[in-house]
């Protein structure tokens, strides 16, 4: 008997042009300034200097309403090579939020608008 997995769900991103501060844990260096997209489980941060996947750091932005503070993890590291990308970015994903926090990103999400779903031409195989 196979038993199926129920699907993922990914969580929805919402489009946020909001000037952050991303710091290092380690040495608290400063690693990247705005807030490119956003969604209740992590944020995509850009422009960013080079950090390691896994690296643990430390997010901070304000959105409409309220300050957001938060412990993430660097989930991954856009490189800006491919098509559509412009510049290096960083996925972070939270770890912790406080209620206040978690309250302020939620009302923020709220305020924005969806991403559209990325082009992935270069994926698709014309059939013939």
Known sequence: MTRLRPPIRRLAR???????????????????????????GGVLVGP?????TGERVIVSFRGQA???DAEAVVARVVHGRRNGEHSRSLGLCFDSLDAASRQALERALRMCVPVPPGQRSERRVASR
């Open 48 to 52: 960013a200097d080079p950090v390691l």
């Open 66 to 68: 309220g300050w957001v």
């Open 14 to 40: 919402r489009a946020a042009r909001l000037p952050c501060q991303v710091v290092r844990e380690r040495d608290f260096r400063l690693v990247a300034d705005q807030v490119l997209n956003l969604s209740s």
